[in-house]
T-cell receptor
Framework: DTGVSQNPRHKITKRGQNVTFRCDPI?????LYWYRQTLGQGPEFLTY????????KSRLLSDRFSAERPKGSFSTLEIQRTEQGDSAMYLC????????????FGPGTRLTVT | DQQVKQNSPSLSVQEGRISILNCDYT??????FLWYKKYPAEGPTFLIS?????DKNEDGRFTVFLNKSAKHLSLHIVPSQPGDSAVYFC?????????????FGDGTTLTVKP
């Protein structure tokens, strides 16, 4: 297993367009997390799944954001009607419940909204 | 309200000396604490963790100390090496259904000079 992968690595889009990112977690991990990171700040929690169930969604996440994890494997994060403030690095992580809070992160998808 | 704070944005040390990175938290429900290391263009990588029932955890050159009464933890790197130059994030998570969901500080950029 090569770890957590994310696609695309970079995305440039125009304001108002929809974008979708994909995350493939480590195969034996049943938990999957999405974070957002802006320059000079730490990763900010967005949402997480245990298997296919979305257990928590940050109140900071507007209704333009939606995430899915069909069949408890890969996950997608969609942003509708993008705004310039959505420009950030979107990080995906996965974990196994028997490893405490230790999470394995992917390389991230850098979104630029013009 | 930032629940995890890293008050030093940057730290510079000489190779071979000790690096001490500090982190403070406010939420007494946190019971698991982690340090991650991040290189440019990569996602954070797990470094070391500590449960709230302990006050010290050691792994090679890395030691994490936890002072629950002060809500403070620190990461010691001895001896520091140029390859340790990176951004270090402190993170905290709670137990139960929130286990694994992490709250991050804004990071400290460590530079180890040869």
């Amino acid at each position: 297993d090569t770890g957590v992968s994310q696609n695309p690595r970079h995305k440039i889009t125009k304001r108002g367009q929809n974008v979708t990112f994909r995350c493939d977690p480590i195969s034996e991990h049943n938990r999957l997390y999405w974070y957002r990171q802006t320059l000079g700040q730490g990763p900010e929690f967005l949402t997480y799944f245990q298997n296919e169930a979305q257990l928590e969604k940050s109140r900071l996440l507007s209704d333009r954001f939606s995430a899915e994890r069909p069949k408890g494997s890969f996950s997608t994060l969609e942003i509708q009607r993008t705004e310039q403030g959505d420009s950030a690095m979107y990080l995906c992580a996965s974990s196994s419940p028997d490893r405490g809070g230790e999470q394995y992160f992917g390389p991230g998808t850098r979104l630029t909204v013009t | 309200d930032q629940q995890v704070k890293q008050n030093s944005p940057s730290l510079s040390v000489q190779e071979g000396r000790i690096s001490i990175l500090n982190c403070d938290y406010t939420n007494s429900m946190f019971d698991y604490f982690l340090w991650y290391k991040k290189y440019p263009a990569e996602g954070p990588t797990f470094l070391i963790s500590i449960s709230s029932i302990k006050d010290k955890n050691e792994d090679g050159r890395f030691t994490v100390f936890l002072n629950k009464s002060a809500k403070h933890l620190s990461l010691h790197i001895v001896p520091s090496q140029p390859g340790d130059s990176a951004v270090y994030f402190c993170a905290a998570s709670g137990g139960g259904t929130n286990a694994g969901k992490s709250t991050f500080g804004d990071g400290t950029t460590l530079t180890v000079k040869p």
